[in-house]
């Protein structure tokens, strides 16, 4: 629509907008962008677990020039098709056993193009999206054993979930007005505990939120890698002892190097006799709620004070959706609301309601992250997922025993969930040859796009790691991976015992 004329001239200006000019062509394009990721997705278990890209595309990428003038829509999307969407770092592939990476639902790639369609803000406002998060939240605390009153908020990831989760216990524990005073109320030092295995956002909290890692107590664990509560009681006395203020327990429901999970309902009776917050990473392992079979091993997480875990990893949604749980509402808005004039909440109109999930975090412009959450639920059930998530699980078992069957794999931890950590192992190699070998094993796999762990280090040891929190991948997936790292093995070991080739004069005996 023109504007008015101008005074001046008695002209229309010209005006501009981001809608195409031709509707009909653009849905033509929508439509073939579909096609062309459902023949993606159809199609991966004929695809290399991943590919290197091209050093060709790399450069084109790498040194496009910034477009100032309009290439079009069919370019642009063409310019995905070939130089993108080839090249991934493979977890949607069957056999991606890497990291703790979900390989997304096509039902949830739809939902995130409906989320972008409707692009609401989701602070809070008086809008169907406000309620479909509000209602996400509620089911997820029911999944977890949480009261119908806990409050929540979805995030991107379990880092930042996990960061949220312990400035409300900074807030709840830290015996001032950190929101006023911040630490530079002065009081006693604020210490926080962790195992050794714990995932290394806690160390980015406590630098974040100015309690600093000296201050973060890393106990050790047990042959099981969960967290020594003898320990942990020894270090919180004697940091009360020497004047410091105990303030959080974080308790791991899932490790990310060996899936371990701490004894949570240990750790929930220390934090209620101590009146410490107990905040739980569950980043992962807290899904096996979802499986009454698997429920058991998380027991205790549902007595914590917070939660975070992702959406994203054990249960398959697109990247990102994470979710921290809390206890009590009002020190979940007591860490974070603040009430400006510009976002006064109305008795009617669009601002009725206000804006909670600003409340429950940093965040003021939010997705819509819910929706793919909301319609996966809707459409398969939590029963589904938790069958998912208990077939990784006897997948995981099913490879435990290929390993410790073969005379050239060695278990290297417990697996008592979802992750394996093992190597190949030959004879006659010293600790270093054989971390170097199973790097190139690793390596190998990985580069020939036969599967996709990923590594660790175990007690000092170099271990390929396997993951599994794949909704496509099955026991054939699991063969083909021990199969490659058998394979690889063999053939670097004889590349290394064959004697050095001469272009000119052949083997040199």
């Known amino acids: 629509m023109a504007r008015d004329k101008d005074e001046a001239t008695g002209t229309n200006p010209q005006e501009f907008t981001l809608d195409p000019r ?4 653009f849905r033509a394009l929508g439509h073939r962008m579909l096609d062309d990721m459902v023949d993606h997705l159809s199609t991966l278990r004929q695809q290399p677990a991943w590919k290197q890209i091209p050093e060709r595309t790399r450069h084109e990428l790498v040194n496009e020039p910034l477009p100032r003038l309009p290439q079009g829509e069919e370019r642009a999307y063409e310019d995905f098709r070939r130089n993108v969407l080839p090249y991934p770092n493979g977890n949607l592939h069957p056999r991606f056993f890497g990291w703790v990476q979900g390989n997304g639902i096509p039902l949830a790639m739809l939902a995130d193009m409906l989320a972008s369609g409707m692009n609401p803000h989701l602070a809070g406002f008086n809008q169907a999206p406000a309620l479909v998060e509000q209602k996400v939240i509620s089911w997820l605390a029911t ?12 995030e991107s990831g379990g880092t930042m979930a996990n960061v949220l989760g312990l400035a409300v216990a900074r807030h709840a524990k830290s015996g001032v007005d950190m929101r006023k005073q911040g630490l530079q109320g002065g009081g006693p030092h604020l210490t926080v505990y962790c195992s050794t295995e714990t995932h290394g956002w806690a160390q980015k909290a406590v630098e974040l939120l100015g309690l600093g890692t000296d201050w973060l107590r890393r106990i050790p664990v047990d042959r099981e890698f969960r967290m020594d509560v003898s320990a942990l009681k020894e270090a919180v006395t004697a940091d009360r002892a020497a004047g410091h ?11 990310v190097n060996t899936g371990s999970v701490d004894d949570l309902q240990a750790l929930a009776d220390f934090c209620q006799a101590q009146e410490l917050w107990f905040h739980v990473d569950g980043a992962f392992g807290a899904l096996a709620r979802l499986s009454p079979k698997l429920a058991p091993l998380v027991l205790g997480l549902e007595r914590a004070d917070s939660v975070a875990f992702d959406l994203h990893k054990w249960m398959y ?7 921290l749980l809390v206890r009590h509402p009002e020190a979940h808005t007591g860490t974070f609301a603040i009430s400006p004039s510009y976002l006064a909440k109305q ?10 999930f600003s409340d429950r975090g940093v965040d003021l412009t939010r997705a819509f992250k819910a929706l793919k959450a909301w319609m996966c639920l809707k459409a398969y059930g939590v029963e589904l997922f938790a069958r998912l998530i208990e077939q990784n699980f006897e997948q995981t078992r099913y490879l435990v025993r290929k390993i410790e069957d073969h005379p050239n794999l060695e278990l290297l931890a417990p697996a008592p ?10 004879e006659g190699l010293s600790a270093e040859k054989l971390d170097s070998l199973n790097t190139e094993i690793l390596l190998r796999v990985q580069e020939r796009g036969l599967a996709v762990p990923s590594s660790t280090v175990v007690n000092g040891v170099f271990a390929i790691r396997a993951c599994n929190v794949n909704h496509r991948a099955t026991r ?8 490659a790292v058998i394979d690889m093995g063999e053939t670097v070991l004889r590349e290394e015992s064959a004697p050095p080739f001469d272009d000119t004069m052949g083997w040199i005996i």
Do not use: K
Request: charged letters at 20%; one cysteine or more.
């Open 476 to 483: 054939q997936d699991v063969d083909e991976l021990v199969q």
């Open 347 to 356: 008795t009617r109109g669009v601002s009725a309601g206000g804006v909670p």
């Open 245 to 255: 203020r105990p303030l959080c327990v974080i308790g791991s429901a899932g490790t």
């Open 317 to 323: 949604l697109p990247f990102e959706i994470a979710c």
């Open 22 to 25: 031709d509707w009909e062509a």
């Open 143 to 154: 999944l977890m054993g949480f009261p119908e009153n806990a409050s929540g908020v979805l």
């Open 417 to 426: 969930l979802n992750v394996a950590c093992f190597r190949y192992r030959a």
